[in-house]
């Protein structure tokens, strides 16, 4: 397991309180879910997590050992960010690399399915729309490939976390998204410039997260 924060603590000493809560920020909406969207805390000790508690999102009396805590005002300034405790610090640092390895699997196969799809002269946008039409179904949105930085890099972290155990379905996922890219490649070197943006009309843009 990660335990970078007990590391951190054995450092300092508990001359300092540590927590550990992930950022969470997309770009494409900040004012819904930016900065200020819920976030998961943990502490290393209780009183590690009141006083996170208190830096984010306001006093707190007691925190208990399942993670609940009772709130209340407190008289120091707060960044008024919805936050949700958990005391196991494992819990805390495996959140946000688990999140990010989940929406990795689900870009993944979005890129597999269009990929079956080109292959079997399938309408991609119109069997996604189909799809999607089912209440526990939401079908993303491929686009170049999975990029940008906190997907991989947390997938990445994700698998190497722990050796007790290997994570198959998302070594299957990034042999997924390599086969897209290379598809895109190929599609990109066989068409014109003006014709591969009129392609990637009929490709929807990725539902990707920043962090």
Known sequence: MIELSDKVFEILDHRFHVVHAPH??????EKEHGVNQQRIIGGVCDCCLEAGMQFYGGG???????GRSNSSSSSLKSLGILMHPVY???????????????RYLQIAFAEDLYLYCQTNNINFPQ???ALNTKWNVNILEPREGLG???????????????SRR???????????????KRFRAKLGKRSNPSLLKMMELEIPIASDCDG
């Not at 707190?60 to 399942?66: E, I, L, P």
């Not at 196991?88 to 946000?96: D, F, L, P, Q």
């Not at 290997?166 to 897209?180: C, F, G, N, S, T």
Request: aromatic fraction near 6%; hydrophobic fraction near 40%.
């Open 24 to 29: 969470r920020w997309y770009s494409l909406d």
């Open 60 to 66: 707190v009396d007691n925190v208990h050992d399942d």
């Open 88 to 102: 196991n610090m494992e819990v805390a640092e495996i959140t946000k690399i688990a999140e990010n390895a989940h």
């Open 127 to 129: 069997l996604r729309d």
């Open 148 to 162: 940008g930085h906190c997907l991989p890099k947390d997938t990445k972290m994700f698998l190497q976390s722990t």
């Open 166 to 180: 290997k994570m198959k379905i998302l070594r299957a996922a990034m042999e997924v998204d390599e086969d897209y």
